[in-house]
């Protein structure tokens, strides 16, 4: 099993940044091209269409507003991305009035690439979301 971890230091307050990054069904990036929610809460299934038209499933696992927690996994092995059995989870912690530390980390089998390469690929995708939550609310 690999770990992929990020952790980043933000000048903004936490629940600012929880109310954006572990909004389950409003994640943004320049990879996404469509995303669909399919129900709600504990359970629901956010698909995701990327910008060359593969899709992928995702399940929220736990979202906890007091802790500043959400956890997700990855359906199925039939998508493009090179995990297996992917479970990431994001807490946001403050570390002053207007400062908080992201943590994000995720757990996969590998799938098709060097552990090296997905490690660097899902770091990638969490450095990536956290950057795009700073710019929203840099406004």
């Not at 479970?87 to 009035?97: N, S």
């Not at 089998?109 to 929203?136: C, F, H, N, R, S």
Request: charged fraction near 25%.
């Amino acid at each position: 099993m690999a770990t992929a971890r990020v952790s980043e230091a933000i000048e903004k307050n936490a629940d600012e940044v929880f109310a954006l990054l572990g909004n389950f069904g409003a994640i943004k990036s320049d990879l996404i091209k469509d995303l669909k929610m399919h129900g709600s809460g504990i359970g629901c299934i956010r698909e995701i269409t990327l910008a060359d038209g593969a899709k992928l499933k995702e399940r929220m696992e736990n979202h906890d507003t007091n802790s500043r927690t959400l956890t997700y996994s990855i359906q199925g092995d039939d998508h493009p991305l090179p995990f297996k059995s992917y479970v990431a989870t994001l807490i946001v912690t403050p570390t002053g009035p207007k400062q908080c530390r992201v943590d994000w980390f995720g757990n996969f089998e590998p799938k098709g690439v060097p552990e090296a390469d997905a490690i660097k690929l899902a770091q990638g995708i969490y450095t990536g979301a956290i950057k795009a939550t700073v710019k929203m609310l840099a406004g």
